[in-house]
């Protein structure tokens, strides 16, 4: 079957010749060119962050005076960057972990996907419950005027998840991806202009 999935598709073996961890980089950068969610100096969350992927691409994104914190259940194989801190956590305890620093990132990205069953209602519910961490986590730490990117999959609870996001910023948008695999029903909620 022509449309069948190819974890080893021409963007997983660009992804290994640029030293990318993950071809999910592409999507950050096809965001990032297309709607400047993240900008230079930016300090950024990635929330269940591995492999880190999109880690790698927001360090790229922020330059020299911005930083990166990602944050998963799965530790993280390390970055040699200063600007980068890895933490293996629960994204729920992250004030915690933070020691409580109120709104203090520009951006707050996640990629994060439920570990998936193939039965797309409980995925679609599993995905949208990441989204749903993702912005909670945005709602504690993110300041205002800030973005946000989260992954989501069509169907279920998502128009619900995506109603309930539109009202805490000034623009909020849906994005399906080129560099999305053809394959998947997957998109990306794009909020720019957090109203702390």
């Not at 974890?7 to 965001?31: M, T, V």
């Not at 995925?123 to 909670?136: P, W």
Request: aromatic share 8%; with cysteine; hydrophobic share 35%.
């Amino acid at each position: 079957m022509s449309s069948e999935y190819n974890r080893k598709d021409h963007l997983y073996h660009k992804a290994k010749d640029e030293g990318y961890r993950s071809r999910a980089a592409y999507k950050l950068l096809e965001i990032q060119q297309s709607y400047k969610a993240i900008p230079q100096g930016a300090h950024v969350l990635d929330v269940g962050a591995w492999p880190g992927g999109w880690t790698q691409v927001a360090l790229e994104l922020v330059g020299p005076k911005g930083s990166v914190t990602g944050i998963d259940l799965q530790a993280l194989d390390p970055l040699d960057d200063p600007r980068c801190k890895l933490i293996a956590g629960d994204a729920r305890d992250l004030e915690e972990i933070l020691g409580y620093p109120g709104p203090c990132f520009d951006s707050v990205i996640s990629d994060m996907s439920p570990k998936l069953t193939g039965i797309k209602e409980a995925d679609q519910a599993g995905t949208v419950g990441c989204a749903e961490l993702a912005l909670y986590v945005a709602q504690q730490l993110l300041k205002k005027d800030g973005s946000f990117i989260v992954k989501v999959f069509k169907g279920g609870e998502v128009e619900g998840f995506v109603k309930s996001a539109r009202p805490m910023f000034n623009k909020l948008i849906r994005s399906e991806l080129k560099s999305t695999r053809a394959t998947s029903n997957e998109f990306y909620v794009i909020g720019l202009g957090f109203k702390r």
